[in-house]
């Protein structure tokens, strides 16, 4: 399923475009972890990083196609709501692709690095007194008075370009180990790439490139202070109860109304797949893990590998699977998370008698 192009339009059969304003995103690496594989307890455990796109996560596989789109449209702004990284992206791609772009931030609850991205690529940067699920509210409506064009993962052409996630960890699984993952274990907010990845699969389903049993179970992982996808995969609900308070660290996923939902429930259920919700704490634990690894990521996509030790723990996943983890955002986007979760700088002086001194006290 795989052609000429490079990264995400490898896979341009598969996508509604032939090419799109590209800053050379996809093709991330798919890291072996061997401390964590043993550690917790599998056959194999591949982490998919995602921070390694152009802009430091997975959001610019949809950015290059959904941009692409806007401008065949012909339209001159393109607006999104955003925990952070929806709004890097926008801004790069959107700039790259010679339009305004407008963002709506939730004042106050989106880390460091995001806004520095968005606000230097060169968005208009409105911080909303409220949360994410607001300032998306407040973006459909814009968007349905035709004030600008919306790129939030409602676009459905946003998550065609992140399907290409599922395509690359099948690619790279069959290369290592001549069989698909059993299990792949990502973040959840919006359960834009939960949809994604299962739309990917229905799809290879359908073109026979896949048996309907070798379809890996998806399981989404959200934070406890935001985490209505697992109360209602837990509820066996159809629908999602909108959380109106939500909270966590991983702020990338402080998210209280997923509206990818009705296309990710589907793709939980149907996989025989779970959804399981995970401390503050265990995300700032899973993130030393990765980092133990050299692999540097942010709170939220930390939350993946966190889920996936507690379901290993609970016995729901076994030692035999072949498990892939998806790590959404780069450990860079979230300083003041990272300086917190790791070690503290020492003072010395200066000179080397003394840094010796200190060294050895
Ligand atoms: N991980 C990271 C690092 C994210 O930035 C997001 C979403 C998710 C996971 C959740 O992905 O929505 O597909 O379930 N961030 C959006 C944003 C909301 O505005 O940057 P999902």
């Given at each position: 399923?795989?052609?000429?192009?490079?990264?995400?339009?490898?896979?341009?059969?598969?996508?509604?475009?032939?090419?799109?304003?590209?800053?050379?995103?996809?093709?991330?690496?798919l890291?072996?972890?061997?401390?964590?594989?043993?550690?917790?307890?599998?056959?194999?455990?591949?982490?998919?990083?995602?921070?390694?796109?152009?802009?430091?996560?997975?959001?610019?596989?949809?950015?290059?196609?959904?941009?692409?789109v806007?401008?065949?449209?012909?339209?001159?702004?393109?607006?999104?709501?955003?925990?952070?990284?929806?709004?890097?992206?926008?801004?790069?791609?959107?700039?790259?692709?010679?339009?305004?772009?407008?963002?709506?931030?939730?004042?106050?609850?989106?880390?460091?690095?995001?806004?520095?991205?968005?606000?230097?690529?060169?968005?208009?940067?409105?911080?909303?007194?409220?949360?994410?699920?607001?300032?998306?509210?407040?973006?459909?409506?814009?968007?349905?008075?035709?004030?600008?064009?919306?790129?939030?993962?409602?676009n459905?052409?946003?998550?065609?370009?992140?399907?290409?996630?599922?395509?690359?960890?099948?690619e790279?699984?069959?290369a290592?180990?001549?069989?698909?993952?059993?299990?792949?274990?990502?973040?959840?907010?919006?359960?834009?790439?939960?949809?994604?990845?299962?739309?990917?699969?229905?799809?290879?389903?359908?073109?026979?490139?896949?048996?309907?049993?070798?379809?890996?179970?998806?399981?989404?992982?959200?934070?406890?202070?935001?985490a209505?996808?697992?109360?209602?995969?837990?509820?066996?609900?159809?629908?999602?109860?909108?959380?109106?308070?939500?909270?966590?660290?991983?702020?990338?996923?402080?998210?209280?109304?997923?509206?990818?939902?009705?296309?990710?429930?589907?793709?939980?259920?149907?996989?025989?797949?779970?959804?399981?919700?995970?401390?503050?704490?265990?995300?700032?634990?899973?993130?030393?893990?990765?980092?133990?690894?050299?692999?540097?990521?942010?709170?939220?996509?930390?939350?993946?590998?966190?889920g996936?030790?507690?379901?290993?723990?609970?016995?729901?996943?076994?030692?035999?699977?072949?498990?892939?983890?998806?790590?959404?955002?780069?450990?860079?986007?979230?300083?003041?998370?990272?300086?917190?979760?790791?070690?503290?700088?020492?003072?010395?002086?200066?000179?080397?008698?003394?840094?010796?001194?200190?060294?050895?006290?």
């Amino acid at each position: 399923f795989a052609g000429e192009g490079q990264g995400v339009w490898r896979y341009a059969d598969t996508l509604p475009l032939d090419a799109g304003v590209s800053i050379q995103e996809g093709a991330t690496p798919l890291y072996e972890a061997p401390q964590l594989e043993a550690d917790i307890g599998l056959e194999a455990l591949r982490i998919k990083h995602e921070g390694m796109n152009p802009t430091g996560s997975f959001k610019d596989r949809g950015m290059t196609v959904g941009v692409a789109v806007a401008t065949e449209l012909g339209v001159d702004r393109l607006a999104c709501a955003s925990t952070g990284n929806t709004s890097a992206a926008l801004a790069a791609y959107g700039s790259r692709g010679g339009m305004e772009t407008l963002v709506l931030l939730p004042a106050g609850k989106v880390a460091a690095g995001k806004i520095a991205q968005a606000s230097l690529h060169g968005a208009r940067i409105l911080e909303v007194d409220g949360n994410f699920d607001a300032c998306l509210d407040i973006v459909q409506e814009l968007a349905g008075q035709g004030e600008a064009y919306l790129l939030n993962s409602l676009n459905p052409f946003r998550l065609e370009g992140q399907k290409t996630i599922g395509l690359e960890i099948l690619e790279g699984f069959l290369a290592d180990y001549d069989t698909v993952p059993d299990r792949i274990v990502l973040p959840v907010g919006n359960a834009g790439n939960t949809a994604a990845l299962y739309k990917a699969f229905r799809e290879l389903v359908q073109a026979g490139a896949l048996s309907r049993d070798e379809v890996p179970k998806l399981v989404g992982v959200q934070a406890e202070g935001a985490a209505p996808m697992v109360e209602a995969v837990e509820n066996g609900a159809d629908e999602v109860r909108r959380w109106d308070d939500v909270e966590t660290r991983a702020t990338a996923i402080r998210i209280g109304n997923p509206v990818n939902a009705p296309k990710a429930l589907p793709g939980i259920r149907e996989t025989d797949g779970t959804a399981i919700s995970v401390t503050d704490e265990e995300i700032t634990a899973a993130q030393r893990d990765l980092a133990g690894e050299g692999i540097g990521v942010e709170p939220a996509s930390a939350a993946s590998v966190a889920g996936l030790r507690k379901l290993r723990a609970e016995g729901i996943v076994t030692d035999d699977e072949r498990v892939a983890c998806l790590t959404t955002g780069h450990l860079l986007k979230d300083p003041d998370a990272a300086a917190a979760a790791g070690s503290e700088p020492e003072s010395v002086p200066a000179e080397t008698a003394g840094v010796l001194e200190h060294l050895e006290y």
